[in-house]
């Protein structure tokens, strides 16, 4: 909130042009020149008194001017409305999403953190994630709620799905989440790098049911092109322990498919093969998907006109005064 002083009637305070005016009038009178000229000594003490009526008066005349033009105190404030996005993220949690290309992490870890940079640089917007690997799984519904988008985008891990990478049943979930949704847009943001090898939906199919019901799809292909080192849990035949072993794996991205996903409903490929790349993607994304903002803005005045006038009264009533208790008489 701003607060700024303000004049209703500005057009008052020319009036106080006049007090110098009257001011001189009062010295040039003959009253007071008759007194300058009298053979009658007056005290130095008290020739201030002759004055002090008069110039109170003035005084006061100055500030009925300035209660005449309505000095107000200002408070100023902005009222934002904002109508924001419904927006559906759509993660791979297979097991290729554990390669290990975007150093120094996993392709999901550096897909979590970016995500959740993303999710909290949108407080006007309700977000909600779906994962998936050979089926789809959701995480969290529509909600402005971010500490708890957080928390379950920290808790998704790798592997704990089904095996394989169901692109059209994921899309068809994150659909069936936003279909009711009554916001003025809606998008899904889906992330994986794989090809669709499972589910009983087809990705294209899909993407027109998504297209049927105005949702605008974002895909975006993650990892590196060529063999990079993607951990495997195995049990141990010695100990019967569960151990990691790291392979060298070609994970092939289906850039056709998910092109053509983005195409059909209107939205866009993108492709991202590093951290940096990734953090881009998701900037640009929020570049094209702006949350709609109105602002109002409101002014209210308070009127602070009345210690003038009442300041002015008094020194009028001043004089009287000082002639009750001092025995003065205006001249």
């Known amino acids: 909130m701003t607060v700024f002083p303000h004049l209703a009637h500005p057009a008052w305070l020319t009036g106080l042009l006049l007090l110098p005016a009257l001011a001189l009038w009062r010295h040039r009178g003959s009253g007071i020149g008759a007194l300058a000229v009298s053979r009658l000594p007056v005290p130095p003490t008290g020739a201030w008194r002759l004055h002090l009526p008069f110039y109170l008066r003035l005084v006061a005349l100055g500030l009925v001017f300035i209660a ?77 709620d971010r500490e708890m988008l957080r928390f379950l985008i920290d808790s ?32 899904i943001v889906l992330v994986t790098d794989g090809v669709n090898n499972a589910g009983a939906v087809d990705p294209m199919s899909a993407a027109a049911i998504c297209k049927g019901l105005g949702l605008r799809v974002y895909t975006i292909g993650v990892g590196t092109d060529g063999r990079v080192p993607v951990p495997m849990p195995f049990r141990n035949p010695v100990t019967g322990r569960e151990e990691i072993r790291r392979a060298l794996m070609n994970v092939e991205v289906d850039e056709q498919l998910l092109r053509r996903i983005a195409e059909k409903t209107s939205g866009r490929f993108f492709k991202a093969t590093n951290p940096q790349g990734l953090r881009d993607v998701f900037a640009e994304i929020d570049r094209l998907e702006t949350t709609p903002l109105q602002i109002k803005k409101y002014t209210r005045y308070d009127e602070v006109f009345e210690p003038w006038a009442q300041s002015a009264l008094a020194l009028l009533c001043l004089p009287l005064v000082i002639r009750l208790t001092r025995g003065t008489l205006e001249p």
């Open 68 to 144: 005449l033009a309505r000095p107000q105190l200002g408070y100023a404030w902005e009222e934002s409305l904002t109508e924001g996005i419904d927006i559906e993220i759509v993660l791979d949690i297979s097991g290729s999403m554990g390669a290990e290309d975007f150093r120094p992490e996993n392709r999901l870890a550096v897909a979590k953190s970016v995500i959740n940079d993303f999710i909290q640089g949108r407080p006007a917007d309700r977000m909600g994630l779906v994962v998936f690997s050979g089926t789809a799984l959701t995480r969290a519904p529509l909600t402005g």
């Open 156 to 187: 998704v891990e790798l592997n704990s799905l089904p095996d394989g990478t169901a692109i059209g049943v994921a899309l068809a979930n994150a659909a069936s989440r936003l279909k009711d949704s009554e916001a003025e847009s809606r998008i």
